[in-house]
């Protein structure tokens, strides 16, 4: 396979790179921006589906914020790619507070007071066997989370479209300001070309 690596990364290597990529946080940010504003399509396609990605980061679907991201872009009239490339707002650096916000805010919407989230809590809760866990784990964290993280992703999705939408808008400008530019330098070369023969 093209690019593959030599040689295997360890279990402990995958984990230090998800946690902490190989060139940096900033570079990767750096990169993904990159990526957004090289996307064609409208501005407004771009920021909507960015937008759509970081909605679904704050959702506490685990290994399904690609999926869930792309059909909704899809529903909606957004990028695709952009939506996956919006995902990664949820990231591990960001992933503590987002679930530590959607988790007390859900509470606060249901009328309950939060619990302080233990892993002893969730561990004791997945001993008791698999469709106990699920049905408990459902119930004290992820609706609470799903029903926290939806308004919050909102909100934030709101105003990542706005600021998106104005990166792109600026970066789709200047490229097309530079093409008119060397369209008129080749127009400007042929034509002297010509009147020199």
């Given amino acids: ?16 790179i ?28 771009i920021a909507l589906g960015c937008a759509v ?14 999926l869930a991201a792309g059909m909704l872009a899809y529903v909606v009239g957004g990028n695709i790619i952009a939506s996956a490339l919006g995902t990664f707002f949820g ?21 309950n007071e ?30 609470p989370m799903m029903i926290g993280g939806l308004p919050l992703g909102f909100v934030t999705a709101f105003f990542g479209y706005f600021i998106i939408r104005k990166l792109v808008e600026n970066y789709q400008g200047r490229r097309l300001a530079l093409l008119q530019k060397r369209a008129r330098e080749v127009v400007e070369a042929v034509s002297g070309e ?4």
């Fill in 91 to 111: 990231n591990p650096l960001t992933f503590p507070f987002i679930w530590a916000s959607a988790y007390k805010f859900g509470h606060w919407i249901l009328g």
């Fill in 1 to 16: 396979m093209l690019f593959k690596r030599r040689d295997k990364a360890s279990t402990a290597e995958n984990i230090r």
């Fill in 194 to 197: 010509h009147k020199m023969t």
């Fill in 114 to 143: 939060a619990k302080e989230f233990k892993v002893a809590d969730l561990l004791d809760i997945f001993s008791n066997g698999f469709f106990y866990a699920l049905d408990n784990a459902y119930e004290i964290y992820m609706k």
């Fill in 53 to 66: 990605g970081i909605m679904v980061s704050f959702t506490p679907i685990m290994g399904f914020h690609f």
């Fill in 18 to 45: 998800f946690l902490w990529p190989r060139r940096s946080w900033s570079r990767s940010v750096n990169y993904i921006l990159l990526r957004v504003n090289r996307l064609s399509g409208s501005s407004h396609a």
